[in-house]
């Protein structure tokens, strides 16, 4: 292959990966959900994945049970699904529901009943992208798509044309219904992950995965 046409490559490829970056979607306080009003911009560390925050001084510790409230799917103005078929998002839900219950019955004792020492969990689903059909999975035999991926890897960022999801998390004292923490988050696999670039909800569910796991350790 000639220099010339391998530059053209890189720079159709550099220019394909500047659009992906430019329309990735970003969550907002979504205006329909209860804590909606309190969610502040976050400023720890972990502001990319978690971008908006509400939390108090909670020693969970003290918890030993959790009520998880069915998973809802957003329906305001400002959800982020795009054209997303009604099916996509339900099978998200369900995923999210099983995902999530099963990720905190190994810290919590997951019933249904709200009593002392019990935490109850809203999650909404409010949002997410399939990974873009061929594309998505070309970004990583690509050179210039690798590249870009390698570094979103390091970065903690989304890979090119990758899936993700957003939700909302409120997490209530089960006795007394008194928030005691939410936020809403953005998850999405490794950039280099490339197993999730199969399949068009792949991404997301890997996403959900990452979110329920990271939900579980703030917990602790």
Known sequence: MSIHKSASLLLAGAAMLTMAACTSVQPVPYSGIASSSQLKQNRSDDSAK????????????????VVLDPVTVYRGSD??????KDADKVELADYMSKTFSEKLSKRFNVTRQA?????????TLTGAEKTKPVVGQFMHFDIAGNLYNGVQAVRGGQGAFSGSVSYAVEIHDGSTDRLLEAYVS???????????????????????????????????
């Open 186 to 220: 953005k998850q999405y696999p490794n950039a280099m992950n490339l197993p999730a670039a199969f399949g068009s909800l792949s991404a997301a569910k890997t996403g959900l995965d990452k979110g329920a796991d990271a939900l579980v350790e703030r917990l602790r």
């Open 50 to 65: 978690v971008p908006y925050r509400y939390d108090t001084p909670v020693a969970w510790s003290q918890y030993s049970a």
């Open 79 to 84: 959800n982020q699904f795009g054209d997303m």
């Open 115 to 123: 009593g002392p020492n019990t935490l109850r969990i809203n999650l």
